[in-house]
Protein backbone atom coordinates (compact mmCIF):
# COMPACT_ATOMS: atom_id res chain seq x y z
CA UNK A 1 0.00 0.00 0.00
CA UNK A 2 2.47 2.44 0.99
CA UNK A 3 4.86 1.51 -2.08
CA UNK A 4 2.11 1.96 -4.26
CA UNK A 5 1.19 5.52 -2.54
CA UNK A 6 4.99 5.82 -3.20
CA UNK A 7 5.27 5.51 -6.21
CA UNK A 8 2.41 7.39 -7.53
CA UNK A 9 4.00 10.47 -5.50
CA UNK A 10 6.95 9.49 -7.48
CA UNK A 11 5.27 9.79 -10.75
CA UNK A 12 3.09 12.88 -9.74
CA UNK A 13 6.66 14.71 -8.97
CA UNK A 14 7.98 13.31 -12.21
CA UNK A 15 4.91 14.79 -14.36
CA UNK A 16 5.09 18.46 -12.23
CA UNK A 17 9.17 18.50 -12.99
CA UNK A 18 8.38 18.00 -17.08
CA UNK A 19 5.53 20.74 -16.76
CA UNK A 20 7.97 22.91 -15.13
CA UNK A 21 10.78 22.18 -17.17
CA UNK A 22 8.79 22.77 -20.22
CA UNK A 23 7.15 26.06 -18.63
CA UNK A 24 10.91 27.30 -18.18
CA UNK A 25 11.74 26.51 -21.95
CA UNK A 26 8.73 28.04 -22.81
CA UNK A 27 9.66 30.97 -21.11
CA UNK A 28 12.89 30.82 -21.68
CA UNK A 29 11.43 31.15 -25.75
CA UNK A 30 9.81 33.62 -24.98
CA UNK A 31 12.31 35.72 -23.81
CA UNK A 32 14.38 35.41 -26.15
CA UNK A 33 11.52 36.27 -28.96
CA UNK A 34 11.36 39.42 -26.73
CA UNK A 35 14.94 40.13 -27.11
CA UNK A 36 15.18 39.35 -30.51
CA UNK A 37 11.43 39.96 -31.60
CA UNK A 38 10.96 37.11 -33.58
CA UNK A 39 8.92 34.99 -31.27
CA UNK A 40 7.92 32.30 -33.59
CA UNK A 41 11.14 31.41 -34.47
CA UNK A 42 12.91 31.80 -30.38
CA UNK A 43 9.70 29.12 -29.58
CA UNK A 44 10.62 26.63 -33.08
CA UNK A 45 14.45 26.61 -31.63
CA UNK A 46 13.74 25.87 -28.01
CA UNK A 47 11.40 22.92 -28.75
CA UNK A 48 13.57 21.76 -31.76
CA UNK A 49 16.88 21.89 -29.36
CA UNK A 50 14.40 20.04 -26.45
CA UNK A 51 13.42 17.39 -29.22
CA UNK A 52 16.97 16.75 -30.07
CA UNK A 53 17.82 16.59 -26.85
CA UNK A 54 15.71 13.52 -26.26
CA UNK A 55 16.24 12.08 -29.37
CA UNK A 56 19.85 11.71 -28.29
CA UNK A 57 18.64 9.86 -24.95
CA UNK A 58 16.57 7.70 -26.87
CA UNK A 59 19.50 6.47 -29.48
CA UNK A 60 21.72 6.27 -26.10
CA UNK A 61 19.52 4.01 -24.60
CA UNK A 62 18.57 2.02 -27.78
CA UNK A 63 22.50 1.73 -28.37
CA UNK A 64 23.25 0.64 -24.67
CA UNK A 65 19.99 -2.07 -25.26
CA UNK A 66 21.78 -3.35 -27.92
CA UNK A 67 25.61 -3.60 -27.31
CA UNK A 68 25.65 -3.82 -23.52
CA UNK A 69 27.20 -6.94 -21.95
CA UNK A 70 25.47 -8.22 -19.24
CA UNK A 71 26.11 -6.51 -15.76
CA UNK A 72 27.40 -3.78 -17.74
CA UNK A 73 25.63 -0.36 -16.38
CA UNK A 74 23.43 1.95 -18.53
CA UNK A 75 24.93 5.70 -19.63
CA UNK A 76 25.23 8.06 -17.09
CA UNK A 77 21.98 10.30 -17.42
CA UNK A 78 19.95 12.75 -15.42
CA UNK A 79 16.04 13.41 -14.89
CA UNK A 80 13.37 11.46 -16.19
CA UNK A 81 15.90 9.71 -18.82
CA UNK A 82 18.27 8.61 -16.30
CA UNK A 83 14.93 7.04 -13.71
CA UNK A 84 14.36 5.30 -16.94
CA UNK A 85 17.60 3.91 -17.28
CA UNK A 86 18.31 2.99 -14.02
CA UNK A 87 14.78 1.11 -13.66
CA UNK A 88 15.87 -1.05 -16.96
CA UNK A 89 18.86 -2.10 -15.59
CA UNK A 90 17.39 -2.96 -12.33
CA UNK A 91 14.72 -5.10 -14.25
CA UNK A 92 17.42 -6.42 -15.81
CA UNK A 93 19.52 -7.00 -12.84
CA UNK A 94 16.38 -9.04 -11.15
CA UNK A 95 15.66 -11.11 -14.67
CA UNK A 96 19.74 -12.70 -14.47
CA UNK A 97 19.37 -13.00 -10.68
CA UNK A 98 16.70 -15.26 -10.46
CA UNK A 99 17.54 -17.13 -14.31
CA UNK A 100 20.06 -18.16 -12.80
CA UNK A 101 18.24 -19.49 -9.71
CA UNK A 102 16.52 -21.24 -11.92
CA UNK A 103 19.46 -22.86 -13.52
CA UNK A 104 20.88 -24.04 -10.28
CA UNK A 105 17.84 -25.77 -9.56
CA UNK A 106 17.76 -27.10 -12.56
CA UNK A 107 21.25 -27.91 -13.20
CA UNK A 108 21.20 -29.86 -9.45
CA UNK A 109 17.95 -31.93 -10.46
CA UNK A 110 19.70 -33.08 -13.79
CA UNK A 111 22.67 -33.93 -11.79
CA UNK A 112 20.52 -36.00 -9.63
CA UNK A 113 18.88 -37.82 -12.20
CA UNK A 114 22.08 -38.22 -13.90
CA UNK A 115 23.63 -39.93 -10.55
CA UNK A 116 20.67 -42.45 -10.19
CA UNK A 117 21.33 -45.72 -11.10
CA UNK A 118 17.75 -46.32 -12.34
CA UNK A 119 16.91 -44.90 -16.01
CA UNK A 120 15.30 -41.33 -16.52
CA UNK A 121 14.04 -40.81 -19.96
CA UNK A 122 12.15 -37.69 -20.90
CA UNK A 123 9.89 -38.31 -24.42
CA UNK A 124 8.05 -35.53 -26.13
CA UNK A 125 3.81 -36.16 -26.74
CA UNK A 126 5.07 -38.56 -29.75
CA UNK A 127 7.19 -40.48 -27.85
CA UNK A 128 10.55 -39.27 -29.08
CA UNK A 129 13.49 -38.84 -27.14
CA UNK A 130 14.24 -35.80 -25.36
CA UNK A 131 16.53 -36.37 -22.75
CA UNK A 132 18.03 -39.22 -20.78
CA UNK A 133 20.34 -39.88 -17.90
CA UNK A 134 23.31 -42.13 -17.86
CA UNK A 135 21.44 -45.19 -16.96
CA UNK A 136 19.70 -45.45 -19.51
CA UNK A 137 22.74 -45.98 -21.72
CA UNK A 138 24.34 -48.49 -19.80
CA UNK A 139 20.42 -49.96 -18.92
CA UNK A 140 18.53 -49.52 -22.56
CA UNK A 141 22.18 -48.98 -24.40
CA UNK A 142 20.78 -45.04 -25.50
CA UNK A 143 23.33 -42.95 -27.53
CA UNK A 144 23.94 -39.42 -26.73
CA UNK A 145 23.32 -37.25 -28.79
CA UNK A 146 22.30 -39.73 -32.03
CA UNK A 147 19.41 -41.08 -30.71
CA UNK A 148 18.35 -37.67 -29.33
CA UNK A 149 14.68 -37.14 -31.44
CA UNK A 150 14.62 -41.08 -32.32
CA UNK A 151 10.74 -42.63 -31.52
CA UNK A 152 11.55 -44.63 -28.29
CA UNK A 153 9.68 -47.71 -29.75
CA UNK A 154 12.64 -47.39 -32.18
CA UNK A 155 14.91 -48.49 -30.04
CA UNK A 156 13.00 -50.25 -27.24
CA UNK A 157 11.83 -53.04 -30.17
CA UNK A 158 9.96 -55.90 -27.96
CA UNK A 159 6.22 -55.95 -29.30
CA UNK A 160 4.89 -56.52 -26.02
CA UNK A 161 7.04 -52.82 -24.85
CA UNK A 162 5.08 -51.27 -28.33
CA UNK A 163 2.02 -52.77 -27.16
CA UNK A 164 2.16 -51.29 -23.35
CA UNK A 165 3.60 -48.08 -24.86
CA UNK A 166 0.15 -47.70 -27.36
CA UNK A 167 -2.32 -48.19 -24.98
CA UNK A 168 -1.68 -45.46 -22.81
CA UNK A 169 -2.56 -47.26 -20.03
CA UNK A 170 0.45 -47.42 -16.86
CA UNK A 171 -1.25 -48.46 -13.98
CA UNK A 172 0.97 -51.61 -13.77
CA UNK A 173 4.82 -51.65 -14.64
CA UNK A 174 5.54 -53.60 -17.24
CA UNK A 175 8.89 -56.12 -17.31
CA UNK A 176 11.22 -57.19 -19.85
CA UNK A 177 14.62 -58.64 -20.62
CA UNK A 178 16.95 -55.41 -21.30
CA UNK A 179 17.59 -54.41 -25.39
CA UNK A 180 21.26 -54.85 -24.13
CA UNK A 181 21.35 -58.20 -22.80
CA UNK A 182 18.71 -60.82 -22.54
CA UNK A 183 20.17 -61.40 -18.74
CA UNK A 184 19.27 -58.41 -17.12
CA UNK A 185 15.51 -58.06 -15.91
CA UNK A 186 14.12 -54.35 -16.56
CA UNK A 187 10.95 -53.03 -15.33
CA UNK A 188 9.57 -49.91 -16.70
CA UNK A 189 7.03 -47.51 -15.41
CA UNK A 190 5.83 -44.52 -17.77
CA UNK A 191 3.71 -41.64 -16.23
CA UNK A 192 1.97 -38.88 -18.56
CA UNK A 193 2.30 -35.16 -17.45
CA UNK A 194 1.99 -32.15 -19.00
CA UNK A 195 0.95 -31.83 -23.04
CA UNK A 196 1.28 -35.92 -22.94
CA UNK A 197 5.08 -35.71 -22.66
CA UNK A 198 6.12 -39.15 -21.07
CA UNK A 199 8.83 -39.77 -18.00
CA UNK A 200 10.06 -43.38 -17.93
CA UNK A 201 11.66 -44.45 -15.06
CA UNK A 202 13.40 -48.08 -15.82
CA UNK A 203 15.13 -50.23 -12.71
CA UNK A 204 17.12 -52.74 -13.09
CA UNK A 205 14.92 -56.23 -11.15
CA UNK A 206 17.47 -58.61 -12.18
CA UNK A 207 18.27 -59.54 -8.70
CA UNK A 208 14.16 -59.72 -7.84
CA UNK A 209 13.69 -61.58 -10.77
CA UNK A 210 16.46 -64.34 -10.20
CA UNK A 211 14.49 -64.74 -6.50
CA UNK A 212 11.17 -64.81 -7.87
CA UNK A 213 12.35 -67.43 -10.16
CA UNK A 214 14.56 -69.49 -7.51
CA UNK A 215 10.69 -69.07 -5.87
CA UNK A 216 8.85 -70.53 -8.57
CA UNK A 217 11.71 -73.23 -9.42
CA UNK A 218 11.35 -74.18 -5.84
CA UNK A 219 7.98 -74.93 -5.58
CA UNK A 220 7.97 -76.38 -8.87
CA UNK A 221 10.89 -79.30 -8.13
CA UNK A 222 9.45 -79.81 -4.01
CA UNK A 223 6.01 -80.65 -5.72
CA UNK A 224 7.24 -82.93 -8.51
CA UNK A 225 9.25 -84.38 -6.06
CA UNK A 226 6.17 -85.14 -3.54
CA UNK A 227 4.71 -86.53 -6.27
CA UNK A 228 6.07 -89.48 -6.68
CA UNK A 229 5.86 -90.91 -3.07
CA UNK A 230 2.66 -89.65 -2.48
CA UNK A 231 1.70 -92.06 -5.61
CA UNK A 232 3.05 -94.91 -3.89
CA UNK A 233 1.73 -94.31 -0.44
CA UNK A 234 -1.79 -93.89 -2.11
CA UNK A 235 -1.72 -97.32 -4.39
CA UNK A 236 -0.63 -98.92 -0.92
CA UNK A 237 -3.52 -97.51 0.58
CA UNK A 238 -5.42 -98.63 -2.16
CA UNK A 239 -4.05 -102.15 -1.97
CA UNK A 240 -5.15 -102.49 1.38
CA UNK A 241 -8.40 -100.73 1.26
CA UNK A 242 -9.34 -103.45 -1.77
CA UNK A 243 -8.89 -106.02 0.52
CA UNK A 244 -10.76 -104.66 3.29
CA UNK A 245 -11.30 -107.96 4.97
CA UNK A 246 -7.56 -108.80 5.74
CA UNK A 247 -7.23 -105.58 7.40
CA UNK A 248 -7.60 -105.30 11.01
CA UNK A 249 -10.83 -103.73 11.61
CA UNK A 250 -8.95 -101.22 14.32
CA UNK A 251 -6.54 -99.74 10.99
CA UNK A 252 -9.67 -99.52 8.79
CA UNK A 253 -10.66 -95.92 9.71
CA UNK A 254 -7.67 -94.26 9.85
CA UNK A 255 -6.53 -96.20 6.47
CA UNK A 256 -9.58 -94.10 4.94
CA UNK A 257 -9.08 -91.20 6.81
CA UNK A 258 -4.89 -91.57 4.94
CA UNK A 259 -6.36 -92.07 2.02
CA UNK A 260 -8.98 -88.92 2.27
CA UNK A 261 -5.75 -86.67 3.38
CA UNK A 262 -3.10 -88.43 0.31
CA UNK A 263 -5.94 -87.56 -2.05
CA UNK A 264 -6.37 -84.03 -0.72
CA UNK A 265 -2.50 -83.52 -1.05
CA UNK A 266 -1.98 -85.08 -4.46
CA UNK A 267 -4.91 -82.07 -5.73
CA UNK A 268 -2.68 -79.33 -4.06
CA UNK A 269 0.51 -80.76 -5.61
CA UNK A 270 -1.29 -80.56 -8.93
CA UNK A 271 -2.90 -77.36 -8.53
CA UNK A 272 0.70 -76.18 -7.44
CA UNK A 273 2.65 -77.48 -10.63
CA UNK A 274 -0.53 -76.50 -12.83
CA UNK A 275 0.23 -72.79 -11.30
CA UNK A 276 3.99 -73.12 -11.89
CA UNK A 277 3.31 -74.52 -15.23
CA UNK A 278 1.10 -71.00 -15.68
CA UNK A 279 3.85 -68.89 -14.36
CA UNK A 280 6.43 -70.15 -16.56
CA UNK A 281 5.41 -68.44 -19.52
CA UNK A 282 3.54 -64.79 -20.31
CA UNK A 283 1.15 -66.23 -23.42
CA UNK A 284 -0.61 -70.29 -23.86
CA UNK A 285 1.28 -72.07 -26.57
CA UNK A 286 -2.01 -73.11 -27.88
CA UNK A 287 -4.05 -70.53 -29.57
CA UNK A 288 -6.89 -72.40 -30.93
CA UNK A 289 -10.47 -71.42 -31.24
CA UNK A 290 -12.37 -73.03 -28.47
CA UNK A 291 -16.01 -74.08 -28.02
CA UNK A 292 -17.07 -72.82 -25.08
CA UNK A 293 -20.56 -73.56 -25.10
CA UNK A 294 -19.53 -77.56 -25.47
CA UNK A 295 -17.00 -77.17 -22.40
CA UNK A 296 -19.40 -75.56 -20.34
CA UNK A 297 -21.97 -78.62 -21.12
CA UNK A 298 -18.97 -81.24 -20.17
CA UNK A 299 -18.27 -78.77 -16.89
CA UNK A 300 -21.99 -78.57 -16.20
CA UNK A 301 -22.34 -82.28 -16.10
CA UNK A 302 -18.93 -82.75 -13.50
CA UNK A 303 -20.52 -80.57 -11.37
CA UNK A 304 -23.73 -81.99 -11.46
CA UNK A 305 -21.98 -85.29 -10.34
CA UNK A 306 -20.23 -83.74 -7.63
CA UNK A 307 -23.04 -82.01 -6.41
CA UNK A 308 -24.89 -85.54 -6.37
CA UNK A 309 -27.14 -85.33 -3.82
CA UNK A 310 -27.22 -82.24 -2.64
CA UNK A 311 -29.63 -81.49 -5.88
CA UNK A 312 -28.38 -78.09 -6.88
CA UNK A 313 -30.23 -76.76 -9.57
CA UNK A 314 -27.89 -75.65 -12.41
CA UNK A 315 -28.98 -74.14 -15.40
CA UNK A 316 -26.43 -73.15 -18.41
CA UNK A 317 -27.08 -70.06 -21.45
CA UNK A 318 -24.04 -70.33 -23.82
CA UNK A 319 -24.05 -68.51 -27.21
CA UNK A 320 -22.56 -71.51 -29.71
CA UNK A 321 -21.32 -68.67 -32.03
CA UNK A 322 -18.89 -67.37 -29.64
CA UNK A 323 -15.42 -69.35 -29.61
CA UNK A 324 -12.15 -67.86 -27.69
CA UNK A 325 -8.45 -68.21 -29.00
CA UNK A 326 -6.62 -69.79 -26.33
CA UNK A 327 -6.12 -73.42 -24.39
CA UNK A 328 -8.97 -75.38 -23.95
CA UNK A 329 -6.97 -77.14 -20.92
CA UNK A 330 -6.33 -74.23 -19.25
CA UNK A 331 -9.68 -72.07 -20.06
CA UNK A 332 -11.66 -75.77 -18.49
CA UNK A 333 -9.85 -75.84 -15.05
CA UNK A 334 -10.72 -72.15 -14.99
CA UNK A 335 -13.86 -72.61 -15.48
CA UNK A 336 -14.74 -75.27 -13.60
CA UNK A 337 -12.90 -74.06 -10.60
CA UNK A 338 -15.53 -71.45 -10.61
CA UNK A 339 -18.14 -73.60 -11.23
CA UNK A 340 -16.72 -76.36 -8.78
CA UNK A 341 -16.78 -73.84 -6.06
CA UNK A 342 -20.34 -72.81 -6.68
CA UNK A 343 -21.52 -75.98 -5.77
CA UNK A 344 -19.08 -76.11 -2.75
CA UNK A 345 -20.01 -72.92 -0.99
CA UNK A 346 -23.72 -72.99 -1.80
CA UNK A 347 -26.29 -75.17 0.28
CA UNK A 348 -28.60 -77.86 -0.58
CA UNK A 349 -30.92 -77.25 -3.60
CA UNK A 350 -29.14 -73.75 -4.16
CA UNK A 351 -29.39 -72.43 -7.57
CA UNK A 352 -25.67 -72.34 -9.67
CA UNK A 353 -26.78 -70.15 -13.18
CA UNK A 354 -23.65 -70.53 -15.79
CA UNK A 355 -23.94 -67.83 -18.93
CA UNK A 356 -21.68 -66.92 -21.85
CA UNK A 357 -22.45 -64.26 -23.87
CA UNK A 358 -20.94 -61.50 -26.15
CA UNK A 359 -21.26 -57.83 -27.09
CA UNK A 360 -19.74 -55.04 -28.36
CA UNK A 361 -16.93 -55.37 -25.44
CA UNK A 362 -16.03 -58.63 -26.21
CA UNK A 363 -17.05 -62.27 -24.86
CA UNK A 364 -18.07 -62.78 -21.01
CA UNK A 365 -18.61 -65.80 -18.82
CA UNK A 366 -19.97 -65.12 -15.15
CA UNK A 367 -20.93 -68.68 -13.14
CA UNK A 368 -23.65 -67.04 -10.22
CA UNK A 369 -24.38 -69.17 -6.95
CA UNK A 370 -27.32 -68.35 -4.43
CA UNK A 371 -24.57 -69.48 -2.34
CA UNK A 372 -23.08 -68.28 1.21
CA UNK A 373 -21.74 -65.02 -0.03
CA UNK A 374 -18.53 -63.12 1.01
CA UNK A 375 -17.96 -60.25 2.78
CA UNK A 376 -16.56 -57.30 0.66
CA UNK A 377 -13.12 -57.04 2.70
CA UNK A 378 -12.48 -60.35 1.45
CA UNK A 379 -12.84 -59.67 -2.44
CA UNK A 380 -9.54 -57.92 -3.28
CA UNK A 381 -7.69 -60.81 -1.35
CA UNK A 382 -9.78 -63.91 -2.85
CA UNK A 383 -7.48 -64.85 -5.52
CA UNK A 384 -4.16 -64.58 -3.52
CA UNK A 385 -2.71 -67.91 -3.24
CA UNK A 386 -4.31 -70.21 0.18
CA UNK A 387 -6.49 -67.21 0.47
CA UNK A 388 -9.78 -68.49 2.60
CA UNK A 389 -12.72 -66.57 3.76
CA UNK A 390 -13.09 -69.29 6.18
CA UNK A 391 -10.55 -71.82 6.94
CA UNK A 392 -12.66 -74.56 8.93
CA UNK A 393 -15.36 -74.02 6.35
CA UNK A 394 -12.84 -74.27 3.67
CA UNK A 395 -11.28 -77.38 4.91
CA UNK A 396 -14.77 -79.26 5.22
CA UNK A 397 -14.94 -78.62 1.39
CA UNK A 398 -11.59 -80.32 0.18
CA UNK A 399 -10.46 -77.06 -1.30
CA UNK A 400 -6.38 -76.43 -1.98
CA UNK A 401 -6.57 -72.62 -1.64
CA UNK A 402 -5.76 -72.29 -4.93
CA UNK A 403 -8.25 -72.41 -7.26
CA UNK A 404 -8.99 -68.34 -7.56
CA UNK A 405 -5.45 -68.05 -7.83
CA UNK A 406 -5.35 -70.29 -10.78
CA UNK A 407 -8.50 -68.65 -12.32
CA UNK A 408 -6.30 -65.43 -12.30
CA UNK A 409 -3.70 -66.56 -14.10
CA UNK A 410 -5.21 -68.34 -16.54
CA UNK A 411 -7.62 -65.51 -16.90
CA UNK A 412 -4.32 -63.14 -17.60
CA UNK A 413 -2.87 -64.82 -20.08
CA UNK A 414 -6.09 -64.80 -22.19
CA UNK A 415 -5.62 -61.02 -21.50
CA UNK A 416 -9.42 -61.42 -19.37
CA UNK A 417 -9.99 -59.75 -16.30
CA UNK A 418 -12.05 -61.86 -13.14
CA UNK A 419 -14.71 -59.39 -11.52
CA UNK A 420 -16.65 -60.74 -8.42
CA UNK A 421 -19.36 -59.50 -6.81
CA UNK A 422 -21.05 -60.95 -3.92
CA UNK A 423 -23.35 -60.27 -0.80
CA UNK A 424 -23.06 -62.01 2.05
CA UNK A 425 -25.87 -64.80 2.52
CA UNK A 426 -27.27 -63.79 -0.97
CA UNK A 427 -24.84 -65.23 -2.80
CA UNK A 428 -21.50 -64.72 -5.49
CA UNK A 429 -21.15 -63.62 -9.08
CA UNK A 430 -17.42 -64.44 -10.58
CA UNK A 431 -17.69 -62.78 -14.17
CA UNK A 432 -14.10 -62.87 -16.43
CA UNK A 433 -14.26 -60.29 -18.93
CA UNK A 434 -12.36 -61.66 -22.02
CA UNK A 435 -11.76 -58.64 -25.08
CA UNK A 436 -12.87 -59.09 -28.52
CA UNK A 437 -9.25 -59.65 -29.67
CA UNK A 438 -9.61 -63.14 -27.98
CA UNK A 439 -13.37 -63.70 -29.39
CA UNK A 440 -13.78 -65.46 -32.84
CA UNK A 441 -16.98 -64.99 -33.95
CA UNK A 442 -19.33 -67.70 -35.99
CA UNK A 443 -22.38 -66.97 -38.65
CA UNK A 444 -26.00 -67.14 -37.64
P1 LIG B 1 -10.71 -73.21 -2.23
O1 LIG B 1 -9.95 -74.34 -2.80
O2 LIG B 1 -10.55 -73.08 -0.75
O3 LIG B 1 -12.13 -73.18 -2.71
P2 LIG B 1 -10.36 -70.93 -3.93
O4 LIG B 1 -9.13 -70.17 -4.31
O5 LIG B 1 -11.10 -71.61 -5.03
O6 LIG B 1 -9.95 -71.94 -2.81
O7 LIG B 1 -11.32 -69.94 -3.19
C1 LIG B 1 -10.83 -69.09 -2.17
C2 LIG B 1 -11.91 -68.79 -1.15
O8 LIG B 1 -12.92 -67.98 -1.76
C3 LIG B 1 -12.63 -70.02 -0.66
O9 LIG B 1 -11.97 -70.58 0.44
C4 LIG B 1 -13.99 -69.49 -0.30
O10 LIG B 1 -13.99 -69.02 1.02
C5 LIG B 1 -14.19 -68.31 -1.21
N1 LIG B 1 -15.10 -68.62 -2.35
C6 LIG B 1 -14.74 -68.98 -3.61
N2 LIG B 1 -15.82 -69.15 -4.39
C7 LIG B 1 -16.90 -68.88 -3.61
C8 LIG B 1 -18.34 -68.89 -3.82
N3 LIG B 1 -18.87 -69.20 -5.03
N4 LIG B 1 -19.13 -68.55 -2.79
C9 LIG B 1 -18.60 -68.23 -1.58
N5 LIG B 1 -17.28 -68.22 -1.31
C10 LIG B 1 -16.44 -68.53 -2.30
Known amino acids: MDRLADDSHVKQNWRGALVRRLLLLIGACLLLGLITGA???????????????????????????????????????????????DKIYHLQRRNQRSRERLQAVIDRVQESTAALNDAVIMLDNRGNLEWWNRAAETLLGLKTPQDSGQPITNLVRDPRFIEYFEHHNYNEPLELPSPVSDRRRLQFHITQYGNREHLMLVRDITRLHQLEQMRKDFVANVSHELRTPLTVISGYLETLLDNVEDVNPRWLRALQQMQQQGGRMQNLLNDLLLLAKLEATDYPSDNQPVAIDLLLLSIKSDAQALSGERMHRISLEADPHLRLKGSEAELRSAFSNLVFNAVKYTPNEGEIRIRWWGDEQGAHLSVQDSGLGIEAKHLPRLTERFYRVDSSRASNTGGTGLGLAIVKHVLLRHRARLEIASNLGQGSAFTCHFPNTQVVRRGG
Request: hydrophobic share 45%; charged share 15%; glycine share 10%.
Open 39 to 85: YAWALVAGLAAYLGWTLNHLLRLHKWLDEHKPGEPPPDSSGLWGEVF
